[in-house]
């Protein structure tokens, strides 16, 4: 197999006519932004249906279709766990979240963790975490996008692939400053229905190479190197086991305090539909894991771990590669676009939930104290559109950093997970069902979680320290030539969940605050039933 598989003109081509299609989509929509409602949450106009395509559009990211292939192919079983968790987080978001946010938010997490505190200092704090996770997730699509491209037209070295991160950087910022929510929405669905086409047709051809005989696939598997039994990257020492819970742990609370995941159910008009947008996204979120378990398997047979991890991509370059195997140039040109649009629309959604948190959070509220008029709300959405810029900005520069270090995206987006169910799903469940809970354990929580989770990465294996791969002969880690770390695990989930949920707690008891109960009471009964909910979406 060429190192660079395909025509890098045709690539080219396929990948403008997808950038020019989404982009006269988005200027489409933006023709009916005319207010902070429209910038913000599309105008609450999508359908349950239509909101929960653009969900499993902004849910099934980079690291779901490029970096769980890798990583099935690459670690068989234990690649196989990321789909297992990204899954069975959506039963949380179903249960404790969706249609309980929907009902008490207007815009934004911060909207509902502050409906009965101090507005100040926890929009503040929900702001500051809403930034950390949406750029610890931007830097997984960056480094995907970089890594993509750079298979696809053969380029390496670090001018060339953090020119390519800049061009992701570049369009990004566009959708959000043109098409905001509504723009942004409308790219999600065309790339979700793409997306899922695409996963299908590989998968048809997949099985037809070994004449629709799953066994035989995984046979096949097994023979090239992917494992199918548990313990090639989990699983074979006290610590790795202790990894094993700790991403399972942030793989499974991270998608319920994952603030652009969260920010959708407000594009929505009532909160049957909010309920109605994730049954429909489990649903197909869902029926794209079990094709990736056949695509990860497929690439382990067709192309081989060792092809995989040698390619300029590395491991995330195993579901182009398959492709190619597949259906040759037109296949990987067609697959690969769709790819880099899953990567486009994420990065939109990231950056547009990043911006609105702080333009309506800190800017609005905290610092115009909450004043609503039309000049207010003008200023408002200005102020989100520059802060996109700048947020793009700096996801430019920290992607770079994360692509020349060859990170597996599946694996950078379960850091993220790990910060959101850290910082944020501990103060939403205190704030929607304690009643004790105050300001000061809303604040210690979402600190505490985001200090101690941020912390342990830094001083994890992750940043420094990693051994060598053998497959690769570098070590996975962010800075390969010092070692400073001391925390042993890759995902810090199983020690900063707990301790977040603990802070809360502590937080609240040891709080001279008084609990409004009265604003507890109204809390309760809006997020169960949803009286009142209407009016907070108008004020």
């Known amino acids: 197999m060429p190192e660079t598989p395909g025509e890098p003109v045709l690539n080219i081509a396929i990948f403008a006519a997808f950038v020019v299609l989404t982009l006269f989509i988005t200027f489409r929509a933006s023709r009916n932004n005319a207010s902070a409602a429209d910038y913000y949450a599309a105008g609450r106009s999508f359908t349950g249906t239509q909101n929960g395509t653009a969900i499993a559009g902004d849910y099934l990211s980079a690291a779901s279709f490029l970096g769980i292939a890798g990583a099935i192919a690459v670690n068989g079983y234990d690649g196989f766990l990321y789909s ?9 978001a179903l249960l404790l979240v969706a249609e309980l946010l929907r009902n008490t938010g207007r815009f934004t997490m911060a909207d509902v963790l502050s409906f009965r505190m101090r507005q100040g200092p926890v929009r503040m704090a929900a702001a500051t975490s809403t930034l950390v996770v949406s750029i610890f997730y931007l830097l997984a699509q960056m480094a995907g996008a970089g890594g993509l491209v750079s298979l696809l037209l053969g380029v390496s070295g670090a001018f060339a692939e953090g020119l390519v991160v800049f061009v992701v950087g570049a ?8 098409g905001g929510m509504r723009g942004t929405t409308w790219v999600q669905i065309v790339k979700a229905t793409l997306l899922i ?5 590989m998968t048809v051809l997949v099985l037809a190479e070994f004449n629709f005989n799953p066994s035989s696939l995984l046979g096949s598997a097994a023979e090239a190197g992917s494992e199918l039994e548990p313990g090639a990257q989990y699983g074979l020492t006290g610590t790795s086991k202790l990894d094993f819970v700790s991403l399972a742990l942030a793989l499974v609370f991270g998608t319920a305090g994952l603030p652009h995941v969260l920010m959708r159910f407000y594009t929505v008009p009532t909160s049957k539909d909010a309920r109605k947008s994730v049954v429909w996204a489990i649903w197909l979120i869902g029926g794209f894991y079990l094709l990736s378990l ?17 390619s300029p991509g590395g491991v995330n370059s195993a579901a182009p590669l398959l492709a190619y195997e ?4 037109i296949l990987l040109g067609v697959i690969s676009a769709v790819a880099f649009a899953t990567i486009l629309a994420v990065v939109a959604g990231l950056t547009i939930t990043a911006s609105a948190s702080f333009a309506h959070d800190i800017y609005a509220t905290v610092h115009k104290k909450g004043a609503r008029t039309e000049t ?5 959405v200005r102020v989100a559109r520059i802060t996109a810029v700048v947020i793009g900005a700096i996801s430019i520069v920290l992607g770079i950093l994360v692509l020349r270090a060859g990170i597996n995206i599946a694996f950078l987006v379960a850091l993220a997970f790990a910060i959101a169910a850290s910082a944020n799903l501990p103060t939403i469940l205190y704030t929607l069902f304690w009643k004790r809970f105050t300001t000061q354990g809303a604040v210690w929580s979402i600190y505490g979680g985001l200090i101690i989770c941020v912390g342990l990465i830094i001083f994890s294996p992750v940043v ?7 497959a690769t002969g570098v070590s996975p880690s962010l800075f390969k030539t010092v070692d400073f770390h001391w925390f042993p695990l890759n995902n810090p989930g199983l020690v900063s969940i707990p301790a977040a949920f603990l802070l809360g707690y502590l937080g609240s008891i040891l709080s001279k605050e008084k609990p409004n109960e009265a604003k507890y009471a109204e809390l309760e009964v809006r997020s169960l ?7 907070a979406t108008q004020h």
């Open 529 to 535: 039933t949803g009286a009142g909910a209407e009016a």
């Open 197 to 201: 086409i695409g996963a299908v047709v």
């Open 464 to 470: 420094s320290g990693a051994p060598v791969n053998a």
């Open 376 to 380: 207010s709300e003008r200023d408002e």
């Open 84 to 92: 297992i968790g990204f899954l069975v987080a959506w039963l949380v």
């Open 294 to 310: 056949v695509l990860g398997y497929g690439a382990g047979a067709l192309v081989g771990p060792e092809t995989i991890l040698a």
């Open 326 to 329: 597949l259906g040759g140039t």
């Open 171 to 178: 369009l990004m910022i566009a959708y959000v400053l043109i």
